[in-house]
C-alpha cells in the first residue's frame, strides 16, 4: 500500500482488504496496552483494586478485541458482497441478450393469457354455486 493509493480520491484502488487486518492488529495491541496500563494503576491505587482489575481487566479486554474481529468480518463480508454484486452486474449485460434471444425462439403460451380474472368465481356469502359445478351435476 503506497501513499499514492492512500490519497487517490476517486477510489481506484480497493483498501478494505488491506486495512482491516492493521486495524485489527492496532485495535488488539492498544487493548492489551491500556488493559495492562490499567491492572497496573488499580493495583498502585489499592491492592484489592489491583487484583479487581486482574480479574475484570482481561475479561474486558476480550470482548474489546472479539468485537473488533466481528466488526472487521463484516466490513470485510460487505466488501466481498459488493465484488460479486459487481460480477453478477458484468454477466447481466450478457445474459440479457441470451434471455431475448430465447424469449423470441418460444412459442406462444396461450394458456398462459387466461387467468382467474376470465372465471366467474361468486362471492362464498352469496350461495351461488359456480358455472363449472352446476354443469357437472
Known amino acids: 500500500m503506497t501513499p499514492k493509493e492512500m490519497l487517490d480520491l476517486r477510489f481506484g484502488t480497493v483498501l478494505t482488504p488491506v486495512l482491516l487486518p492493521m486495524i485489527y492488529r492496532g485495535v488488539t495491541a492498544l487493548a492489551v496496552i491500556l488493559g495492562l496500563a490499567a491492572v497496573v494503576g488499580a493495583a498502585l491505587q489499592a491492592w484489592w483494586l489491583g487484583l479487581l482489575a486482574a480479574v475484570v481487566v482481561p475479561v474486558a479486554v476480550?470482548?474489546?478485541?472479539?468485537?473488533?474481529?466481528?466488526?472487521?468480518?463484516?466490513?470485510?463480508?460487505v466488501n466481498e458482497l459488493h465484488e460479486d454484486v459487481d460480477q453478477i452486474s458484468e454477466r447481466f449485460a450478457r445474459l440479457e441478450g441470451k434471455v431475448d434471444e430465447l424469449a423470441a425462439d418460444m412459442p406462444k403460451l396461450n394458456f398462459l393469457r387466461r387467468g382467474a380474472a376470465t372465471r366467474y368465481r361468486p362471492a362464498p356469502d352469496s350461495g351461488e354455486r359456480p358455472a363449472n359445478d352446476a354443469d357437472a351435476s
Open 62 to 77: 476480550a470482548v474489546v478485541i472479539g468485537l473488533t474481529r466481528i466488526a472487521c468480518e463484516l466490513l470485510w463480508y
